[in-house]
Structure formats: C-alpha cells, structure tokens
C-alpha cells in the first residue's frame, strides 16, 4: 500500500487529504482543514504564509507515516527570497491594488495583443507579469534583494526539500511562458528586463524534487486547476471540463494553444496541462460573490450553510437578474449583497431583496455566463462541445448543475466534488510508477466515485 498527501490549498481555505492506494483502488479522506484569511501587512492585502506553513506542518504530522507528498494552490502569486533562502516578504494576495496602472504601463512595451500571443494568456491584472512589475516599481528595495521567485506551490515545497523549481503548469498563469515550447518567452523576459534565474528550475507535472524527513516532496501539477483536470473522467475530445471554485474555469484539452487573433478577442487562455496538453481556458468569476455575501452575512449575525442557501434560492422565483460578473466592484472584498443590489439599481434592473433571491440570482449569473463563455470556446477553437463535466465544490450544488445544462443546453456530468485533490493524489502515484497511464487513472477514478448527471430540462435564456 502506499500513503500519500495532497495538500490543496485555495484562496479561502487549505486541506490535507490523506490517499491510501492498494489492489487499484485509491481511498482518500481529509485529515485537517484551516482557513487561508489574508492579512494587511506594510500597506498590502498579503497571504499570512507562517500560519500556512504551520497548518502544512501540522497536517504532515497528522499524517503520520507517508510516502510522498504534493502541493497544489491558485495561480499566479508569489513570494521572493534573497541570498540565504529566507523570504523577503509576505507574498502579496492577487487582489491587492499594487497593480493599478501595471497593464497600461506595461503594453506601452507590447501590446496585449503581442503577449497574448507569445504567452497564450489573456492580460488579467493578477497576472505574475504585473505583479512582478508593481514590485519592482513599488518596492524596489525588495526587489533587488530577490535572488529567487517562486510560486505559491513551489514556494511550499521548496520550505520543504529546499529544491527551488518552477512546475510548468503553474509557470503558465505568469504570461511570460511560451505556450509551444513550455519554456519562459526570451522576448518577454527581454523586455521587461527580468532575469531567467530568477525563477525556479523548470520542471515537469508528476516530477520526484526532493524529500522532506524521507517523504518524496512530488512537483503535482501545482496550478489547481490543473490538478482538477487531471481528475477528468469522461472524453477530454468531446467534453469540457468546469472547474467550479472561487473562480470558474472553463476549458477543453487541445494539442496546441489557440494563438489566433480570434482567440485574443473572444478570451481564450492557454495553460499547460498536467499530462503535456495544452487547456484553453476560459477564465470566469465563480462562487467568489456567494463566499462574499456569506462572510457579510455572518458579519451581520446569521452564518448560513452553502445547503441552507440553496434551499433559500430554491424557494425564491426566477427573477430574470443578471450580474457582470466581470465588474471591478464584485473583484474587490466587503459587503458583497450590496453591491449586487447597487448594480441592479444602476442597470436598471429588479432589486434582490432577500437572501434566496440573492442566491439564485448568482447562481443564474453563473449558468447563464457559462453559457456564452462555451459559444466562444467552441467558436475559437473549432470543436463541437458534447458535454461538460462540472468539477470542483460547485458539483455538490444540485441547482447550479441543472442550471447550467438548462443554459448550456448540454448533458452535465457532476463530479468529482475533491477534483483537485484527487488529480493531485493521482500524479504523484504516477510519479511512484503506480499507475500506468491516463486510462489506467480513469479506470481508478470511475470505480471510486459517485457522479451526478443532469440532462438540460429547459432551455434558458441569456
């Protein structure tokens, strides 16, 4: 038998999560969770990186006897070392404000259209790109300290085995990788005069990058979302995969990027995937606005359960709302119900009143947004989508997954709700040589998971 851990860390919580592996069967259960609640720290929305270490600390412990361990978390931010391998400092949250003006200042060197095209990522303020340019104007101190910059899953397993590498798949949310030969973009880092070395060796999915206490530390695919697709089960050729968390993560599984001036328009990302592919992305807002209107809604006295806020939209008539989830002012924290209603004063639109009616006008929002982002994907890359199969927490919700067929008008297949983590137990045992190949993976997740299908009952409007 072997034992493994996969740590899946997201923006708002961590967890561990135990694997058992044995007879082709793997058995999974969590062992230890802990809110990630960032901290303001030297004027910046910073993560609080000494409690996540703790909370890694802690679940290795819990643990107990292990063979191998893989770290997986959002993409983009980063800490920053110096000379002795000690961090600088906190590594900025991705919605902090430092990047403001970064992008103008930033295509006045090359265009969006050029970096979009050299990287295959669309131009998104979070983007490492300009965080590492906001750092350097705003900090500069920092910044010619910085002998090593690592991602926030390479930047753990690095405090583990002391291995600095960069894992592709998370290398491909910088925009500053070139998508066709998974290597950084020479005239990107040209021009922005940042320095190769400053980044981790580059390193594959599923590679073995040290030990930590003689546990193997395993480069999983360290972007979550692509530890998500490596949970797939149904037909990557006919089907889309939904990746529903805090963001939303529309894509399909292509040879090659989209590079295409109509991919540029329509939103069409590039992200290496974690077995050699490349994922095209659509990059959506996701359950981020109910975590925010739950969190006010605690503030104010009353902590609802997500399945009490289901029930309370299930009761609340279909209003016809539709948010922009897009909007700068839902990407920014605090009292998130109210800048829902305010948007819908301002476009002109029936006020959410209650709790129910807030929910389900996200969730209507969300389906019907998914909608449109899947006629662009199809349109971009020339493919007819069969199915989609949802993935992440937002397959526990039974209203969003019939909502989204109804919008989507296709077959909707709900599961695995522990996508992420399970991708990231399965690529570290094809890094310990236990499973063989993708339909070996498949096989392994299809006969260990219940799945959830929905059939569109209705079709939507958008």
């Not at 190769?196 to 530390?217: A, N, S």
């Not at 001036?261 to 050699?276: A, F």
Request: glycine share 10%; net charge negative.
């Amino acid at each position: 038998m072997k034992k493994i851990l996969a740590f899946d860390l997201g923006s708002s919580s961590g967890r561990a999560i135990e694997g058992k592996y044995a007879d082709g069967k793997l058995q999974y259960k969590e062992i230890h969770r802990f809110k990630n609640v960032p901290i303001w720290h030297n004027g910046h929305l910073c993560w609080d990186f000494e409690k996540i270490m703790k909370e890694i600390y802690l679940g290795i412990e819990k643990a107990g006897e292990i063979d191998s361990i893989g770290i997986d978390a959002w993409g983009a931010d980063f800490g920053v070392l110096d000379q002795n391998g000690d961090l600088l400092s906190l590594p900025v949250h991705y919605r902090d404000l430092r990047t403001e003006g970064m992008i103008k200042e930033a295509q006045e060197r090359i265009t969006g259209k050029r970096l979009f095209q050299l990287s295959g990522n669309q131009t998104y303020a979070t983007n490492t790109l300009y965080q590492i340019l906001a750092l350097r104007k705003t900090e500069p101190e920092i910044w010619n300290q910085t002998i090593k910059l690592l991602h926030i899953p390479d930047l753990v397993s690095y405090l583990l085995c002391r291995n600095a590498v960069c894992e592709r798949t998370i290398a491909s949310t910088t925009q500053m990788l070139d998508p066709d030969s998974g290597m950084w973009s020479q005239e990107i880092l040209d021009e922005f005069q940042i320095p190769r070395q400053i980044f981790g060796t580059m390193t594959d999915t599923g590679t073995i990058i040290g030990e930590y206490k003689g546990v193997k530390v395993i480069a999983v695919a360290g972007h979550d979302t692509q530890s998500a697709g490596a949970a797939m089960t149904e037909d990557v050729g006919t089907t889309a995969f939904l990746n529903i968390g805090t963001w939303s993560l529309l894509g399909i599984e292509n040879e090659k990027a989209i590079l295409s001036d109509e991919g540029y328009e329509l939103g069409i990302s590039n992200e290496q995937g974690p077995y050699g592919g490349i994922h095209c992305i659509m990059n959506i807002t996701g359950l981020w606005l109910l975590q925010e209107c739950r969190r006010t809604w605690e503030e104010e006295g009353i902590l609802y359960s997500y399945d009490e806020l289901e029930k309370l939209a299930e009761q609340a008539e279909s209003s016809g709302i539709f948010l922009d989830l897009n909007m700068e002012d839902f990407a920014q924290p605090g009292n998130m119900p109210e800048k829902i209603r305010t948007f819908c004063r301002r476009t002109g639109q029936r006020i959410p009143e209650t709790v129910g009616e807030i929910v389900r006008c996200i969730y209507e929002s969300l389906a019907s947004t998914y909608s449109k982002e899947l006629k662009k994907l199809e349109q971009g890359s020339g493919r007819r989508i069969e199915k989609l199969q949802i993935l992440g927490g937002g397959a526990r919700s039974e209203m969003l997954c019939q909502m989204t067929a109804d919008y989507c008008g296709r077959t909707v297949t709900a599961g695995p709700v522990e996508a992420t983590a399970l991708g990231n137990l399965i690529i570290q045992l094809k890094a310990l040589a236990e499973i063989a190949d993708d339909s070996d993976a498949r096989r392994i997740l299809q006969n260990g998971e219940s799945f959830r299908y929905y059939v569109p009952q209705r079709k939507q409007r958008e």
